[in-house]
């Protein structure tokens, strides 16, 4: 290009002193001024959008905390009647648990007792039916599902510390199988799924599987994230989660808890069509041990 065409425009460009220079900038912008803009908005979409997959790639593979907020007070408990699956009910205690008027009485004579109701086996199928949709693996998780809907009796107390006392009394109670206590879940109404990780000595986990890879935890929280409807994933990790064991059932301060050290994904969903999604896509997943359906709180 001509060196005096290039000064010729740079001078056109500039203000100087010639009285005709700033009509010739709004000449030239009037040319190329749409041009430069549109070019300006393209570049800050761009920038949009490689900030925008940052922070979602950001987001995929660095779950939040639990919320740091106060445990619930522990204040449930419930009654399981015999019936014959249990050896250990005489046939006495049997036909003593179909008295169902009665042992609601003597469940609301024990003076730390502070509500008592029948749950039936018609509810209890109605909550089988809605949170159906996975279940904790293992002696332990079948425990705690077959305790949770078992049909009998739903109490409160009047205190935490009063468990102990009412259970000791609920056991002599004609028809009574067991006693143990219906926690107030710290993730209700904070989550809708649970998922977790194989710990180092988790039995219900492949060896191959045990602990999880960082790959396979990455993995696993990628597909979480890529489901529909899913508003905010949770790390609980294996301190926090004995934190709530300890909560939910307290006892001796020197007592051990056989539990493996594994880490919990909490998933908030936009509903349950959404987290059954997220059941399914992290069903059979390596390094997954269990995934369940939280119940809402009440």
Do not use: N
């Not at 649970?194 to 039995?203: E, F, M, S």
């Not at 905010?232 to 059932?249: C, G, K, N, Q």
């Not at 808890?257 to 936009?270: G, M």
């Amino acid at each position: 290009m001509d060196a005096r065409a290039d000064v010729t425009e740079a001078e056109e460009l500039s203000f100087g002193d010639d009285p005709d220079s700033e009509s010739r900038l709004r000449r030239w912008s009037s040319a190329h001024g749409k041009t430069a803009l549109a070019g300006m908005t393209v570049l800050a979409v761009l920038l949009v959008a490689v900030a925008g997959a940052r922070f979602l790639s950001g987001r995929s593979l660095e779950p939040l905390p639990p919320p740091d907020v106060a445990f619930p007070e522990q204040l449930g408990f419930r009654v399981e009647l015999c019936e014959e699956r249990w050896p250990t009910c005489w046939p006495e205690g049997r036909e003593s648990a179909k008295d169902i008027q009665r042992v609601e009485a003597a469940l609301r004579a024990i003076p730390e007792v502070s509500e008592v109701r029948f749950v039936s086996q018609e509810e209890v199928s109605e909550e089988l039916r809605r949170y159906a949709g996975g279940t904790p693996r293992g002696a332990q998780g079948r425990r705690l599902v077959r305790m949770a809907f078992a049909e009998g009796f739903r109490g409160t107390m009047r205190h935490a510390s009063d468990f102990a006392r009412v259970a000791e009394q609920a056991r002599d109670i004609p028809g009574v199988q067991g006693v143990e206590r219906r926690t107030t879940g710290f993730w209700e109404g904070k989550a809708d799924v649970a998922v977790r990780l194989c710990g180092r000595d988790d039995q219900g986990c492949p060896l191959a599987h045990r602990p999880i890879s960082p790959d396979r935890k990455r993995a696993v929280l990628e597909t979480i994230q890529k489901a529909e409807g899913v508003d905010t994933v949770y790390l609980s990790d294996p301190a926090f989660e004995m934190r709530l064991e300890r909560h939910y059932d307290p006892g001796p301060a020197d007592s051990a808890r056989a539990r493996p050290e594994r880490e919990v994904l909490y998933v908030k969903t936009d509903g349950p069509a959404e987290a059954a999604l997220v059941l399914q896509a992290v069903e059979g997943m390596p390094g997954v041990e269990a995934a369940w359906r939280l119940p809402p709180p009440g």
